[in-house]
């Protein structure tokens, strides 16, 4: 038994006549009346009774006709269901996040907004740290991920840029370092106008003001000019 048995069937039961049936599926009423006596052989009972203005249902021919069209009704939500899932509005996304992505506005308005758009979509979340959610991704456990910033970037995963925010820092208005840092910056732009044309050995000369560790070569000068001493 196939679905085209079925569907051939259930013509038949609707239609009660061989020929109407046979013309409503398209096809010829011979192949159509060989199919149902197939039917009927594979069931082992008789479905129809034949008179000369078409057929009849029997009582077992009446039981079938009920699961028939469940089956049939079964296999078309199916199909439209596989339909949705293959355009993306059905089935299943695993979504994961890190917790200080989870704690911007952007990612519940995201959230909130995928769900109204696609309400038959089930969202699964995970929450990790970047590390772990780049190797769930990278070994398709999950189908995307809300990070702050990349901690590697494994060959077959694409990275896309959502947001930029600046970094600031608050701290009370009498406080010594944002006076600090702002005479500082205009030192180091002025001393480095000033020295931008003079180089040692072909090598590109470093503003007075960024004297460097011989042995990490990290700017001490400005370091600790932005952050002085007595700053805990």
Known sequence: MDIRALRYFAAVAETGHMTRAAEQLGIQQPPLSLQIKALERELG???????PRGVALTDAGRLFQAEALRMLQDME???????RVAKGQAGTLAVGFTSSAAAHRFMPEALREFRRAYPDVELQLREDNAAELTEALAAGRLHCGLLRVPVARPEGLMFETLLREPVL??????HRL????TRTR????????????SSSCGARARPACMPTCSRCATPRGCARAWWPKSIE
């Open 45 to 51: 009972v008789l479905l129809f009774r034949r008179h």
């Open 178 to 181: 944002p006076s600090a840092a």
């Open 169 to 174: 820092v608050a701290m009370p208005s009498d």
């Open 186 to 197: 205009a030192r180091c732009r002025s001393r480095s106008s000033a020295r931008k044309a």
């Open 77 to 83: 939500s199916m199909k439209q269901r596989m339909t």
